[in-house]
């Protein structure tokens, strides 16, 4: 075990769990966020010394809260993982300005509160912010209105934080899986969406939470200490086949 500390959002399940256990077995004290409790605390308890704190990263209060923690606690920070999010699709139309809202306070305010709230332990030793956003904010697609807006400002957001802070030894990069093999997508995707999404990765596949976590725990080590501002799309190389119909691959 080393000394520095890790704090992922969104570590109840999926990508954040599965960069908690990475980061984990890379010796990092870890701090695991998230707003169910439940599903938090059975996550936490197969992580040895995990601190788990309950927390709503769109609520101000609850993030001022959750880092008084981890200041008590350990002091210091080294590593903000901004995993949190929520997938929330469906067609302009009828996506209200409360849904509109739900997307936004969540998958761009909480990256905002979170990483202003963690500044001043990021940047006593010079740190490193990793935010995730999606192949969804790269690429326009249908009916995701809010969660692609959201996930796009996500981007220009971390190089906002890169510009402006590298001042003061501060590294931020952004991740954007594209499809990935989660509980959430096993449930919501047909056989007839996994099968197009398929023909469009060049890898022919979708990923697993696994590759995913290497890439943040990469971009968030010593290993990538001269990498600020940039966006790395982690998607089987589904963004960099464009609009190129997988019909003329053959």
Same mark, same amino acid.
């Given at each position: 075990?080393?000394?520095?500390?890790?704090?992922?959002?969104?570590?109840?399940?999926?990508?954040?769990?599965?960069?908690?256990?990475?980061?984990?077995?890379?010796?990092?004290?870890?701090v695991?966020l998230?707003?169910?409790?439940?599903? #938090? %605390?059975?996550?936490? !308890?197969?992580?040895? &010394?995990?601190?788990? +704190?309950?927390?709503?990263?769109?609520? @101000?209060?609850? /993030?001022?809260?959750?880092?008084?923690?981890?200041?008590?606690?350990?002091?210091?920070l080294?590593?903000?993982?901004?995993?949190?999010?929520?997938?929330?699709?469906?067609?302009?139309?009828?996506?209200?300005?409360?849904?509109?809202?739900?997307?936004?306070?969540?998958?761009?305010?909480?990256?905002?509160?979170?990483?202003?709230?963690?500044?001043?332990?990021?940047s006593?030793?010079?740190?490193?912010?990793?935010?995730?956003?999606?192949?969804?904010?790269?690429?326009?697609?249908?009916?995701?209105?809010?969660?692609?807006?959201?996930?796009?400002a996500?981007?220009? #957001? %971390?190089?906002?934080? !890169?510009?402006?802070? &590298?001042?003061?030894? +501060?590294?931020?990069?952004?991740?954007? @899986?594209?499809? /990935?093999?989660?509980?959430?997508?096993?449930?919501?995707?047909?056989?007839?969406?996994?099968a197009?999404?398929?023909?469009?990765?060049?890898?022919?596949?979708y990923?697993?939470?696994r590759?995913?976590?290497?890439?943040?725990?990469?971009?968030?080590?010593?290993?990538?200490?001269?990498?600020?501002?940039?966006?790395?799309?982690?998607?089987?190389?589904?963004?960099?086949?464009?609009?190129?119909?997988?019909?003329?691959?053959?």
């Amino acid at each position: 075990m080393n000394d520095t500390v890790a704090l992922i959002t969104g570590a109840a399940r999926g990508i954040g769990l599965a960069t908690a256990a990475l980061f984990n077995a890379e010796g990092r004290r870890i701090v695991m966020l998230d707003r169910d409790t439940d599903e #938090l %605390t059975e996550a936490a !308890a197969t992580l040895p &010394g995990a601190l788990a +704190i309950t927390c709503d990263v769109s609520s @101000p209060q609850q /993030v001022a809260q959750a880092i008084a923690e981890v200041e008590q606690t350990y002091g210091r920070l080294d590593i903000l993982v901004n995993n949190a999010g929520v997938a929330d699709f469906g067609p302009l139309a009828e996506t209200d300005f409360s849904r509109w809202r739900r997307v936004m306070e969540t998958n761009l305010d909480g990256v905002f509160l979170m990483s202003q709230a963690c500044l001043a332990l990021l940047s006593a030793r010079g740190g490193a912010i990793v935010n995730i956003a999606s192949i969804s904010g790269l690429r326009a697609s249908t009916l995701r209105i809010a969660y692609g807006t959201s996930k796009a400002a996500v981007i220009h #957001l %971390t190089k906002q934080q !890169a510009a402006e802070l &590298g001042e003061v030894g +501060i590294r931020a990069n952004c991740v954007c @899986p594209g499809p /990935v093999d989660t509980k959430l997508a096993l449930a919501v995707h047909s056989p007839e969406i996994r099968a197009a999404y398929h023909d469009a990765i060049p890898l022919n596949r979708y990923g697993t939470e696994r590759e995913i976590a290497d890439v943040i725990c990469f971009l968030a080590s010593e290993r990538a200490s001269y990498v600020t501002g940039q966006v790395v799309a982690s998607d089987g190389g589904f963004d960099a086949t464009g609009v190129g119909l997988p019909a003329l691959r053959g």
